[in-house]
């Protein structure tokens, strides 16, 4: 049974000069343990996608279950259900490693003592244990998405929604992100949804891609299977073949690690 589940999913956006299709009628289905990667142009609607499906924007038509809940009639139980780290994540700059975590915990209904020995374990489980005492602008690029990671595990969700999760990272820091999702999945079975413009990054971490453009799903099959759909070398070129369009530039600023 699929953990996640849409049909028809859309999304209209009422503007000054009238209604924006942003997406306009989203099939899916994600299974347990998969990790998906979602692939699109910028304005292609992946980014809606993946803020309706966290219950952060309400959809405007179709529906869709999330970890065996309805996106729109329970929204609170989905919430429960799934982690989400958004791209440009959330930390504060006047906290702790130890105390962010501890929050989280807090946040989700833990007493103290077991948010704190929740925050040992994700710091023992995501290479943070030397830095729990560190205040997060001490942290490099690479410390601060294990943080934001670690986070978004804190309450041992189903599913895990990653956006852009490795933007701005150097490639060892980048390479080290990707193990760690691989472990959330092999390791935990944690069903993995995330969206990314590096393409060597979908080719390498996802087991099934789904193109998104015009605000539907125009291409779905694994990295290889796409290549091979579209008699194509690598993906870059399988991409333009589908969407006839490259993905956006990726942010590769440098970040001190």
């Known amino acids: 049974m699929p953990l996640i589940s849409t049909a028809g999913l859309a999304r209209t956006f009422m503007t000054r000069t009238g209604p924006v299709e942003a997406v306009r009628g989203i099939d899916l289905t994600v299974g ?113 998405r294990r943080l934001d990671l670690a986070m978004g595990l804190t309450h041992r969700p189903e599913i895990l929604f990653l956006d852009e999760p490795t933007t701005g990272l150097d490639p060892g820091s980048r390479a080290d992100l990707w193990a760690l999702v691989r472990g959330l999945r092999d390791e935990h079975g944690t069903t993995v949804v995330l969206t990314t413009h590096y393409l060597d990054e979908a080719d390498s971490l996802a087991d099934r891609l789904v193109v998104v453009d015009g605000g539907t799903v125009v291409a779905e099959d694994s990295p290889a299977g796409l290549k091979a759909a579209h008699g194509a070398a690598t993906l870059q070129d399988a991409f333009l073949a589908v969407t006839g369009r490259g993905p956006a530039p990726a942010d590769t600023t440098p970040v001190a690690v």
């Open 32 to 144: 347990p343990g998969e990790i998906v990667g979602l692939l699109g142009p910028n304005g292609a609607g992946k980014t809606t996608t993946l803020r309706m499906l966290t219950t952060l924007l309400p959809p405007t038509g179709g529906a869709a279950t999330v970890a065996g809940h309805d996106l729109v009639r329970d929204p609170a139980a989905v919430r429960r259900r799934i982690g989400y780290v958004a791209q440009s994540g959330g930390l504060d700059p006047q906290e702790t490693v130890r105390s962010e975590l501890v929050t989280q915990g807090r946040l989700y209904g833990m007493n103290r003592a077991r948010a704190t020995a929740r925050a040992e374990e994700l710091a023992d489980d995501l290479g943070l244990t030397d830095l729990l005492d560190r205040r997060t602008p001490a942290l490099s690029g690479g410390q601060r």
